[in-house]
């Protein structure tokens, strides 16, 4: 079992940065592989970037590739999420995931991922 809490969502305007944070409690945290999803106001919740356990494999959407960056540290028990260059479109709630051992094959389904975090709100401005 593991707890998510997300952080560091806000206001940003168009071409800026924003990072976001999930801190996670449990014992295991090196064990999990760890992913982002976002979801907009009257879209389906949709995959964004996924790290593996020791960090050395990411995934990201085609969306956000070359503009976000997954990384985490264990030591801390936290997974980030780095947005640069953010677009009017990556306004939503932002949401961190996790699950035992490997990124599941079917990543981008969110029925693979067993521990999901509150939300962090994004929103930018044009």
């Known amino acids: 079992q593991v707890l998510l809490v997300e952080s560091g969502g806000g206001l940003v305007q168009a071409g800026g940065s924003l990072r976001l944070s999930c801190a996670a409690s449990g014992r295991t945290f090196s064990s999990y592989a760890m992913g982002w999803f976002r979801q907009a106001p009257g879209k389906e919740r949709e995959f964004v970037a996924a790290?593996?356990?020791?960090?050395?494999?990411?995934y990201y959407a085609d969306s956000v590739k070359g503009r976000f960056s997954i990384s985490r540290d264990n030591a801390k028990n936290t997974v980030y999420l780095q947005m640069n260059s953010l677009k009017p479109e990556d306004t939503a709630v932002y949401y961190c995931?996790?699950?035992?051992?490997?990124?599941?094959?079917?990543?981008?389904?969110?029925?693979?991922?067993?521990?999901w975090g509150q939300g962090t709100q994004v929103t930018v401005s044009s």
């Open positions: 995931a996790a699950v035992y051992s490997r990124v599941p094959v079917s990543l981008i389904n969110t029925a693979e991922w067993d521990y």
């Open positions: 790290i593996n356990w020791s960090g050395t494999m990411t």
